[in-house]
Nanobody, 115 residues
């Protein structure tokens, strides 16, 4: 595992969570970072992309509720999630562009939003 996500949990509708993403020692500096999520019975989907330039792109469904931050110096990334809905329930994964293109994924973190 190069990148490991953590910080998930069980929250009520309207609640907030902060996910963290940590790189293992020796992980190369990426050209971009991503957050994906995979809900039960569904395909993994991209929700946020952060380019090395700092430009961020959000999936429309999370655009006004989630905020990503990334520090290239220590390859740490965070995802602030607010106004959580049951439809946000999923396993959340972080990764680099390079590892994503190779299909290599680290450990995700479960987010469950109760109604």
């Amino acid at each position: 595992d190069h990148f490991v996500a953590s910080g998930g949990g069980l929250v009520q509708t309207g609640g907030s969570l902060r996910l963290s993403c940590v790189a293992r020692d020796g992980t190369a500096i990426p050209t971009g970072m991503v957050w994906y999520r995979q809900a039960p019975g569904k395909q993994r989907e991209l929700i946020v992309h952060v380019a090395i330039s700092g430009r961020t792109t959000y999936k429309e469904a999370v655009k006004d509720r989630f905020t990503v931050s990334y520090a290239n110096t220590n390859k740490a990334m965070f995802l602030e999630m607010t106004s959580l809905q049951p439809t946000d329930t999923a396993v959340y994964y972080c990764n680099s562009d390079e590892l994503t293109s190779r299909g290599e994924w680290g450990q995700g973190t479960q987010v469950t939003v109760s109604s």
